[in-house]
């Protein structure tokens, strides 16, 4: 819990591999693609993680409506991190984004300010479909995000939609992590101190649950609170929030590595 500087000055560091041979000589990011159902934390998650970098409390207006992607400013006006967000449209029953066109994203074949429709998929035709998409265009890390305090009332058609976009990425190679949010209002053990958070029986069996419906182990599922309540920074908030964005970056990393290797 006192590691907090060390895990700002990795993540402040990092910088892709870029190989020599790489004849396109494009700048290379990690990209970072949040799914899940409607409301569960996925805009506050991108917030906190601008929060723990910016060393203030930052609150950018988010939607999941439009394909964006989000950057980090870092230091100097102008540059930024070399990793990107995406929040793609939440899963409901019925309705929400739709799978294939989350398969899509992953593969790079969307464009920023395409609007997703719930009751039809991305055409080929469609100006907001890239047809040739560069490895920065592409998926590096998918990131599931759920409520600890819903995790057991997802109904069956959103976990069935979320396990069947686990294996799209799977089959592409994409590693996944989950961000269980809210567990400040999920267990008010946790929501008194959040340094119990790995001791909490509540947490981990919501955990637990996630990893047993998705298919996600369980170190790869991460206990967060987002700054959403927060007015001024919080080193134990921003701790968590620094773990699970320092996975994702590794995670990331690999990916296109392994990839420009091939």
């Given at each position: 819990?006192?590691?907090k500087?060390k895990?700002?000055?990795?993540?402040?560091?990092?910088?892709?591999?870029?190989?020599?041979?790489?004849?396109?000589?494009e700048?290379?990011?990690?990209?970072?693609?949040?799914?899940?159902?409607?409301g569960?934390?996925?805009?506050?998650?991108?917030?906190?993680?601008?929060?723990?970098?910016?060393?203030?409390?930052?609150?950018?207006?988010?939607?999941?409506?439009?394909?964006?992607?989000?950057?980090?400013?870092?230091?100097?006006?102008?540059?930024?991190?070399?990793?990107?967000?995406?929040?793609?449209?939440?899963?409901?029953?019925?309705?929400?984004?739709?799978?294939?066109?989350?398969?899509?994203?992953?593969m790079g074949?969307?464009?920023d300010?395409?609007?997703?429709?719930?009751?039809?998929?991305?055409?080929?035709?469609d100006?907001?479909?890239?047809?040739?998409?560069?490895?920065?265009?592409?998926?590096?890390?998918?990131?599931?995000?759920v409520?600890?305090?819903?995790?057991?009332?997802?109904?069956?058609?959103?976990?069935?939609?979320?396990?069947?976009?686990?294996?799209?990425?799977?089959?592409?190679?994409?590693?996944?992590?989950?961000?269980l949010?809210?567990?400040?209002?999920?267990?008010?053990?946790v929501?008194?101190?959040?340094?119990?958070?790995?001791?909490?029986?509540?947490?981990?069996?919501q955990?637990?649950?996630?990893?047993?419906?998705?298919?996600?182990?369980?170190?790869?599922?991460?206990?967060?609170?987002n700054?959403?309540?927060?007015?001024?920074?919080?080193?134990?908030?921003?701790?968590?929030?620094?773990?699970?964005?320092?996975?994702?970056?590794?995670?990331?990393?690999?990916?296109?590595?392994?990839?420009?290797?091939?």
């Open positions: 819990w006192n590691d500087a895990y700002l000055e990795i993540v402040r560091c990092f910088e892709p591999f870029k190989p020599r041979n790489d004849e396109k000589n700048d290379q990011h990690i990209r970072i693609l949040l799914h899940g159902p409607v569960h934390g996925k805009s506050s998650f991108i917030n906190s993680v601008d929060t723990a970098l910016q060393g203030r409390v930052t609150g950018r207006a988010l939607t999941d409506t439009i394909y964006t992607t989000y950057k980090i400013t870092k230091g100097a006006h102008g540059t930024f991190y070399p990793f990107v967000f995406n929040d793609i449209m939440g899963l409901e029953k019925n309705q929400g984004v739709r799978e294939e066109d989350i398969k899509l994203a992953m074949h969307v464009k300010g395409y609007t997703f429709n719930p009751y039809s998929t991305l055409s080929i035709d100006r907001y479909y890239n047809t040739n998409p560069s490895l920065s265009d592409k998926v590096h890390v998918l990131v599931c995000v409520s600890a305090s819903e995790v057991h009332l997802l109904d069956d058609d959103t976990v069935k939609k979320m396990r069947k976009v686990r294996l799209d990425a799977s089959d592409m190679g994409i590693p996944q992590i989950a961000i949010t809210k567990i400040d209002v999920a267990c008010d053990e929501d008194a101190d959040l340094r119990k958070v790995y001791k909490s029986k509540y947490v981990k069996r955990m637990e649950i996630l990893s047993a419906s998705l298919g996600i182990s369980l170190n790869c599922i991460f206990p967060v609170k700054c959403n309540t927060e007015i001024t920074p919080n080193d134990d908030l921003e701790m968590l929030i620094l773990m699970a964005l320092k996975q994702m970056i590794n995670f990331g990393e690999d990916f296109v590595n392994d990839y420009k290797c091939t």
